[in-house]
């Protein structure tokens, strides 16, 4: 990016603006009133009123339900149409959503009486006997009839009283007070019993015929919404194209009008500051100089260049110069302390990961933007802890839904990072050979023996080791990504010897403690597994040869360890403490394997529950298989292996109803590990990107480029 200036007489000011905007590459900087004799510009005179104009076209626009969406094309747009139409139609959509708006309340009104209703014509007394009494008190609603009678009968100042009640649903209590008593003897006497009182309705007659009638004019108020809606439309369909085009050529009008705002002016002259793409310099500053000629002076006044002498500052243009003083300067020449706006240009299958990338901040311009990284490993370790094909298409099919159906830019992200999420989804799902937990995959690709088991069964339990060192080693491959591209920021803005202290020294240090933890120095105190995951034999999980580092070689990862530790101490003796994150964030990654195997369990209960499940061998070697046919009978033998015992008989082998319930828990105990995928694998899998990836080089803090101009979609110039 090169940062320009802009500098010419106000009486050109206008025609300048008017270039700039066409262009659409400037991104323009805010004039911060730091020059002496400087001051930011005034708006046009046209601004307030094309701002007005643009309110009221919005409000318009509300009320019609317009989206961007509903118009193709553009139409030519003239002032003079706008001031034409723009009072008739906003008339007419005023009216509309007043009539709207009056009949929904008549609606809501009509609703709610013929709810408090309800229960006088489950009573089934005329409601001109429930209210108008001078001597009589009466109260309808919700009780317990029989503590109401006790309470009654102790009351003082009731002479008689009468209860009619509908089967235990709504009560009519009828009081006739004693010739001394209150007008509330009623009401006091029915506090405490728990009486819930309606209002009685201001109608006579049967509550029927009063229900009748509110439900006749429920009808007819729905009626004639739906016509003022109808009307609505047709006027939304009229204007539409109007409205958007108006909208757009206002919104063009206010962004010109407004723009001096951002220039540092004084009575005669303009200075107008921002960023450009590098390329594009030469194309605008010649578009400028065909408009105006010399009555305009464009130069380039810096390059984003960062060099490494600790300082985030740019690269001065040999030949470039303010007329206005500079913000800051160097040896080199005059340049600013402001960083360049940022373009995230990533391919298309990768940009939906932007969205991942801005939930922490958009990457400052001096940095390396993380988005290709996070497109490798964000679907591999999702894809690794779900791993099933089933759960795979699903994902896939739920991305490709949020990517076709919505235009929002973050629902269209989400639904690519599902997509390629869903895919790695799949891809893991063939190399375990499951699809929804079941192993069908495994026999039918692999004759019963895929590549990778997820180490649930006793048989592969050994996998499930394995599965921790896995972790580990992807996450040494991670971290040392993140440490190296952190060591050539640091290279870049700092030198060596910095980058060397604060991002070598945890290369060397963390590499050389589990190059120690992987070596054969005291063996007899580590793991087994250490040894056997990758050695070669029946209990490896992958037969590499592979038994662990020589002594030699661990005291050798010892040595850079301490080293690493030593190099870590000379930047800064107190993040010494921080040493031990050297095992910790790499321990971390354990969660992967934890995931996997949760995951892989809950996929499993809910087949063992539909299918049932029953064992062959015993101890370390018994395997677990469902029975998606029939059930075996212990003693049996599948496959020359003798079924040593039924773990569960499964729902589907037993009745008509356990079946019924049987789907019902196959059904929605998928959908539920489903759901879950997304907030384990998901949420861990972002947690491992941000919190340990990104802490090892990232800032962020950068701003988007928004450059000066209007790409028109519904307007046109004549």
Known sequence: MSKISVTGSKRVMESAIETVHEQHLLHVSEYDGSWEGFEPGDPDAEAESASEKLVRLRSIESILGIEQSDVEGSRV??????????????????????????????LRTVEEQIDSIEPFVELGIELHLLAGYESLQVAVGDGDEAEIERTLLDADGVNRYDIESANGGPLAVFVYPSENAGDDVLDEALVGTGFNAY????????????????????????????????????????????????????????????????????KNAFIAEGWIPTEEYTQFKAALKNELGDSIDVEEVERASFTSDGDTHHEAVADGGRTAPPS?????????????PVVQNNADVVRPYELLVQAVSRPSY??????????????????????DLGYGILYTLIGGYLYTNFDSVGLKSMGGVTITAGLSTMLFGVLYGEIFGLHVLGDVLFGGSPPMHKGLQPHYSYWATAWVLISAIAALVHLNIGYLVGFVEELEFHGFREALVEKGSWILGMNGLWIFIFSKVGADTKPDFLYTAFASGEKAAFSLGFAGFSEPVGYFGLGLFVLGA????????????EVFDMLVNVLSYARLSAVLLAKAGMAFVVNLLFFGVYVTGQGADAEWHFATDAMPEVGAMYHGHEVTDIMFGGLIHGGVA???????????????????????????SVRLEYYEFFSKFYDGGGSPYNPFGYERRHSRNE
């Open 199 to 266: 209002e009685v309705p201001d109608a006579e007659g049967a509550p029927e015929s009063y229900l009748r009638e509110l439900e006749s004019n429920r009808q007819q108020l729905r009626s004639e919404l739906e016509e003022v809606e109808a009307d609505i439309e047709e006027l939304k369909e009229r204007h539409a194209e109007f409205l958007l085009a108006a909208e757009e050529s206002l919104s063009i009008a206010v962004q010109k009008a407004e723009a001096p705002l951002s220039f540092a002016t004084t």
């Open 566 to 577: 030593a190099l870590l101490g000379l930047g800064a003796p107190a993040e010494l403490i």
């Open 366 to 387: 001096k940095e390396f933007d993380p988005t290709v990284l996070v497109f490798l490993t964000f679907p591999t370790m999702f894809g690794f802890m779900i791993g």
């Open 77 to 106: 747009i003239t002032g003079d149409a706008i001031e034409e139409e723009l009072p008739e139609v906003q008339a007419e959509a005023n009216r509309l959503d007043d009539r709207r708006d009056e009949v929904r309340d008549e």
């Open 658 to 684: 356990t079946v019924l319930v049987g789907l019902l828990v196959l059904v929605f105990g998928h959908l539920l590990v489903l759901a879950l995928g997304v907030t384990s694998a998901g949420l861990q």
């Open 328 to 340: 800051a300067s160097t040896d080199g020449g005059t340049v600013s302390a402001e960083n360049p």
